[in-house]
T-cell receptor, first 109, second 122 residues
Framework: EIILTQSPATLSLSPGERATLSCRAS??????LAWYQQKPGQAPRLLMY???KRATGIPARFSGSGSGTDFTLTISSLEHEDFAVYYC???????????FGQGTRLEIK | EVQLVESGGGVVQPGGSLRLSCSAS????????IHWVRQAPGKGLEYVSA????????FYIDSVKGRFTISRDNSKNTLYLQMTSLRVEDTALYYC???WGNGVSTYYFDFWGQGIPVTVSS
């Protein structure tokens, strides 16, 4: 099973600041990586897929990058509604599986 | 508007069974793979199972193989998850999730239901 490790576990920033979230895979997943946002009491929302493609309706302040084992989600200028938990997720053909990272909590400083 | 509405959750003793259903609307159900993802209380997301758009292919994580069965009825726009031999560690909120790909399983999840709680406890 491919393990995804997200860092930091918690990120404390202020509105308007830039957020950089990391996701590292235990082996290469090429660019088969997605990012999700989850707010309290809500289902997750797809933000990015194929590492760098924004999902429908996602604001341009969200961007993704990376390939292989190291990936980054960047929020260029934080809005109040961006404070949430973020998960990365990979899909692999071998070993076959779908796994999520443990999440990064983005909190207001 | 895409909607996924789960039902059938509840409290069950270890070793018991439950059948979850997911009623879909707002898209052509028969064109999309559907998945189950769960989230234990206060924890992260765990992928559970998938079924292809036509039902020919299924996938399970190791911890539920042989205990859970995913199926779908495209004539009713409904997905099912039959859960047997339930364990305490199966306690979670179970989400029904739509695959992003039309006619192909991409394993990216673009629409999620609100989730249905399953509690396994004696």
């Amino acid at each position: 099973e491919i393990i995804l490790t997200q860092s930091p576990a918690t990120l404390s920033l202020s509105p308007g600041e830039r957020a950089t979230l990391s996701c590292r895979a235990s082996q290469s997943v090429s660019t088969f990586l997605a990012w999700y946002q989850q707010k309290p009491g809500q289902a997750p929302r797809l933000l990015m897929y194929d590492a760098s493609k924004r999902a429908t309706g996602i604001p341009a302040r969200f961007s993704g990058s990376g390939s292989g084992t190291d990936f980054t989600l960047t929020i260029s200028s934080l809005e109040h509604e961006d404070f949430a938990v973020y998960y990365c997720q990979q899909r692999s053909k071998w070993p076959p599986g779908i796994t999520f990272g443990q999440g990064t909590r983005l909190e207001i400083k | 508007e895409v909607q996924l509405v789960e039902s059938g959750g509840g409290v069950v003793q270890p070793g018991g069974s439950l059948r979850l259903s997911c009623s879909a609307s707002g898209f052509t159900f028969s064109n999309y793979a559907i998945h189950w993802v769960r989230q234990a209380p206060g924890k992260g997301l765990e992928y559970v199972s998938a079924i292809s758009f036509n039902g020919d292919s299924t996938f399970y994580i190791d911890s539920v193989k042989g205990r859970f069965t995913i199926s779908r009825d495209n004539s009713k726009n409904t997905l099912y998850l039959q859960m047997t031999s339930l364990r305490v560690e199966d306690t979670a909120l179970y989400y029904c999730v739509k695959d992003w790909g039309n006619g192909v399983s991409t394993y990216y999840f673009d629409f999620w239901g609100q989730g249905i709680p399953v509690t396994v406890s004696s």
